[in-house]
């Protein structure tokens, strides 16, 4: 049972750019959340998916946008990179859309942005 | 304002002695309590979950406790290993839906020396 997946494990951009990360959910979850997580720091919600729709948002800009899939998995994408964009940014899957319900993280994909 | 502290910001120890790291919140209300380890460039790997009815969980040689009138938490490792070292996170979860209600701590880095 293969657990939640996240590609690239690594991406270098430069500024302005734009990115898109992947993640594909623990086989029978079917919701997605993403967090940013800056260099010794906790993980900051970004946004949840479920039903192919954003339920749930932080309090991140409209740079930060995604889509889900009707197979479950997510992309998010980020326009206009800024240099404190660069950090490990987290897809975490689960059954259903509340956030008190266990969630299960992949290992990340490290954004740096020069 | 809501806020999950940790105690200490870092740690280390010799392989086999105990720790404990500490978790404070001020979350209100209170829904459940994690405590989650991440490995360097890892997502968070979920240790124990606790709701306000528990006060102790185990999990290994990871013991949680919980005192929700006082607000804190605390994570004791027993006769510690070189894997040990790592990151744990305290979460803390508001008991309600919605947007924003999962408030991690920034961690507490342990290592484990030989």
């Known amino acids: 049972d293969a657990g939640v997946t996240q590609s690239p494990t690594h991406l270098i951009k430069t500024r302005g750019q734009q990115v898109t990360l992947r993640c594909s959910p623990k086989s029978g979850h079917d919701t997605v959340s993403w967090y940013q997580q800056a260099l010794g720091q906790g993980p900051q919600f970004i946004f949840q998916?479920?039903?192919?729709?954003?339920?749930q948002r932080g309090n991140f800009p409209d740079r930060f946008s995604g889509h889900q899939f009707p197979n479950y998995s997510s992309e998010l994408n980020v326009n206009a990179l800024l240099l404190g964009d660069s950090a490990l940014y987290l897809c975490?899957?689960?059954?259903?859309?509340?956030?008190?319900?266990?969630?299960?993280f992949g290992p990340g994909t490290r954004l740096t942005v020069l | 304002k809501n806020q999950v502290e940790q105690s200490p910001q870092s740690l280390i120890i010799l392989e086999g002695k105990n720790c404990t790291l500490q978790c404070n919140y001020t979350v209100s209300p209170f829904s459940n309590l994690r405590w989650y380890k991440q490995d360097t460039g890892r997502g968070p790997v979920s240790l124990t979950i606790m709701t306000f009815s528990e006060n102790t969980k185990s999990n290994g040689r990871y013991t949680a406790t919980l005192d929700a009138d006082t607000k804190q938490s605390s994570l004791h490792i027993t006769a510690s290993q070189l894997s040990d070292s790592a990151s744990y996170i305290c979460?803390?979860?508001?008991?309600?839906?919605?947007?924003?209600?999962?408030?991690f701590g920034t961690g507490t880095r342990l290592t484990v020396i030989p």
């Open positions: 998916y479920y039903e192919e729709e954003e339920r």
């Open positions: 979460v803390v979860s508001f008991d309600q839906t919605g947007a924003n209600n999962l408030f």
């Open positions: 975490a899957s689960s059954v259903g859309p509340s956030l008190l319900w266990e969630q299960f």
